[in-house]
T-cell receptor, first 113, second 112 residues
Framework: NAGVTQTPKFRVLKTGQSMTLLCAQD?????MYWYRQDPGMGLRLIHY???????AKGEVPDGYNVSRLKKQNFLLGLESAAPSQTSVYFC????????????FGDGTRLSIL | GENVEQHPSTLSVQEGDSAVIKCTYS??????FPWYKQELGKRPQLIID?????GEKKDQRIAVTLNKTAKHFSLHITETQPEDSAVYFC???????????FGTGTLLAVQP
């Protein structure tokens, strides 16, 4: 049982490039989330999904897009990367939405030059 | 929107001492309050949580207290050990927001 798996673990991009971060969970969870973590700012929600085929905006959605075509996968896209998007990105999933434990992946460290 | 303030941002204690981290919030409709621990370079993990119908919850050396009237909740760690060194995040859910809102974190250092 792998839990929540994020791919890749590290990535360096140039400004203006695009990329997709993949999150996969094998716990049959309905809810999935993408957060970014910056020093001194905690975890900020980018986008989330309450089930297959649904997505919604979080606190800091600008510059990101997401898709949840399959229940087990939640993709985060950066269309045109900017240095301000340098961060550690965490994916999480849960069975109870905000009411219960969120299970996090190991994170993706993304640097935009 | 809802906001949660967490203090202190850093905390250094001697091994064996107690540590207390406090979070305050504004939306009285918030009703779920988890705490996450994140070791250096690792993922955040839930360590304890409390719901609004309970004033205190304990799990071995950790406890969480909730004061709904004053709108604050606290994490208490007793008999601290070096492996307790980590960043701790409070969070809350409920009320006007449909999302889990995290505090900015407290870096706890337990000195041996």
């Amino acid at each position: 049982n792998a839990g929540v798996t994020q791919t890749p673990k590290f990535r360096v991009l140039k400004t203006g490039q695009s990329m997709t971060l993949l999150c996969a969970q094998d716990m049959n969870h309905e809810y999935m989330y993408w957060y970014r973590q910056d020093p001194g700012m905690g975890l900020r929600l980018i986008h989330y999904s309450v089930g297959e085929g649904t997505t919604a905006k979080g606190e800091v959605p600008d510059g990101y897009n997401v898709s949840r075509l399959k229940k087990q996968n939640f993709l985060l896209g950066l269309e045109s990367a900017a240095p301000s998007q340098t961060s550690v990105y965490f994916c999480a999933s849960s069975t109870q939405g905000g009411w219960g434990p969120q299970h996090f992946g190991d994170g993706t460290r993304l640097s935009i030059l | 929107g809802e906001n949660v303030e967490q203090h202190p941002s850093t905390l250094s204690v001697q091994e064996g001492d107690s540590a207390v981290i406090k979070c305050t919030y504004s939306d009285s409709a918030s009703n779920y309050f988890p705490w996450y621990k994140q070791e250096l370079g690792k993922r955040p993990q839930l360590i304890i949580d409390i719901r609004s119908n309970v004033g205190e919850k304990k799990d071995q050396r950790i406890a969480v207290t909730l004061n709904k009237t004053a709108k604050h909740f606290s994490l208490h760690i007793t008999e601290t050990q070096p492996e307790d060194s980590a960043v701790y995040f409070c969070a809350l859910y409920g009320g006007a927001t449909n999302k889990l809102i995290f505090g900015t974190g407290t870096l706890l250092a337990v000195q041996p």
